[in-house]
């Protein structure tokens, strides 16, 4: 069964130092997403990938963040300077088409100390 | 904007024991609402749906049901097993609109199930 993968399940990271996530989505999939979730709370939407762009992101998502899908299988996450509150749990998700349902990553627990 | 609100855990029962996890929501119009489940060391996966009012959703012994007049979707089991131990999350999408299919997401609900 098709599904989607994401790597590492577990970085530790300095404050400061630029980390990549990586996923790579159901190949036939067309929607892209960036969720994270910090212990204790709510799963938050990050930001949707479209088309080759983005379609819609939060107001977490700020300038240290970006996404980018390099080679047409992978679809990644980049946070440029890393702060301790960037430490949560981040999936990745993919669907086919709106209204399709949306299939998720096992997350990466990313740890900033 | 939309929101989901869920039962506050962790929720430690007997297995055949009884389970609700009660999720409430606000939302513009009348979207779909959704259970996810993440068992340990795995991706969120849908567990049930339903997209209208009074609609029933339903698998793996779970149900929920849309209740549109107190803006609930509570998920319930007759009877826990242990491997339902997981974290539960109840989602909506939005109603409509030009958003591209995010979810908003309750906080999640950690079910501990002992033999």
């Known amino acids: 069964e098709p599904e989607v993968t994401q790597t590492p399940s577990h970085q530790v990271t300095q404050m400061g130092q630029e980390v990549i996530l990586r996923c790579v989505p159901i190949?036939?999939?067309?929607?892209f997403y960036w969720y994270r979730q910090i212990l204790g709370q709510k799963v938050e939407f990050l930001v949707s990938?479209?088309?080759?762009?983005?379609?819609?992101k939060s107001e977490i998502f700020d300038d240290q963040f970006s996404v980018e899908r390099p080679d047409g299988s992978n679809f990644t996450l980049k946070i440029r300077s890393t702060k301790l509150e960037d430490s949560a749990m981040y999936f990745c998700?993919?669907?086919?088409?709106?209204?399709?349902?949306?299939?998720f990553g096992q997350g990466t627990r990313l740890t900033v100390v | 904007g939309d929101s989901v609100t869920q039962m506050e855990g962790p929720v430690t029962l007997s297995e055949e024991a009884f389970l609700t996890i009660n999720c409430t929501y606000t939302a513009t119009g009348y979207p779909s609402l959704f259970w996810y489940v993440q068992y340990p060391g795995e991706g969120l996966q849908l567990l049930l749906k339903a997209t209208k009012a009074d609609d029933k959703g339903s698998n793996k012994g779970f149900e929920a049901t849309y209740r549109k007049e107190t803006t609930s979707f509570h998920l319930e089991k007759g009877s826990v097993q242990v491997s339902d131990s997981a974290v539960y999350f109840c989602a909506l999408p939005p109603a409509g609109g030009t958003s591209y299919g995010k979810l908003t997401f309750g906080q999640g609900t950690i079910l501990t199930v002992h033999p």
């Open positions: 990938f479209y088309n080759n762009e983005i379609s819609e």
């Open positions: 190949s036939n999939h067309l929607y």
């Open positions: 998700a993919s669907k086919r088409a709106i209204g399709t349902e949306a299939f």
